[in-house]
């Protein structure tokens, strides 16, 4: 009989840069499954239906929740994004490492759901290059950008729900660091590592 796949789950506040590490490690680890959420926001420029999102209307997404498709699903900003159950099922039981990239509050369900997952949480290296990543996607103005930053810092609040703790303050250690995560070595990057709490009082004080 196969054995189970893994899950793990990575949250960040918006600016963090979650979406390239993810990328960057799905390209070092091409055995990892990514598991596609639905969305009803609109598709930015570059984004395809099916390869970053499943996008769908609003009365689609209430029928799915409805009938218990999700796995998890949340309100963020004004639009609403879920993790399809059947879709995260079918792979952890073809003994496929599975990643799922969400909110903090998809995964306090998902850890709700399925215990046994490994949740990683990223951190900015400081406010300040929080904000410049925000205002460097040039889609918002600074009304937009001032509640981003709120919303983030309120986000970071959640670091110590997660068992492990990634600092983007260096694209190539970080996407090692989640490397090592995925491959079961990650000892030295748990939550309670005393070197955080000096960063943690600087991003939320």
């Not at 055995?31 to 596609?36: A, D, G, H, Q």
């Amino acid at each position: 009989m196969k054995a189970r796949g893994k899950l793990f789950v990575i949250a960040a506040p918006s600016g963090a840069g979650k979406t390239s590490l993810v990328r960057a490690l799905m390209e070092r680890v091409p055995s990892l499954r990514f598991s596609i959420s639905y969305t009803t926001r609109k598709p930015r420029p570059n984004e395809q239906h099916g390869r970053d999102y499943f996008f769908v209307d609003h009365a689609e997404f209430e029928r799915m929740v409805a009938v218990g498709e999700f796995l998890e699903h949340a309100r963020v900003f004004d639009n609403y994004y879920g993790t399809s159950k059947p879709q995260v099922e079918s792979m952890l039981a073809d003994g496929e490492n599975v990643l799922l990239e969400i909110d903090w509050q998809g995964a306090q369900q998902i850890r709700r759901a399925m215990p046994e997952c490994k949740s990683i949480f990223i951190l900015p290296p400081s406010r300040e290059a929080l904000e410049l990543r925000l205002r460097g996607r040039n889609t918002d103005n600074d009304e937009v950008i001032a509640r981003r930053l709120r919303d983030s810092i309120a986000d970071m609040s959640h670091w110590s729900e997660f068992d492990y703790v990634v600092v983007n303050d260096d694209f190539k250690r970080a996407t090692d660091e989640l490397e090592t995560i995925v491959a079961g070595r990650g000892e030295t990057l748990v939550r309670n590592r005393s070197e955080l709490q000096t960063l943690i009082l600087r991003l939320l004080g």
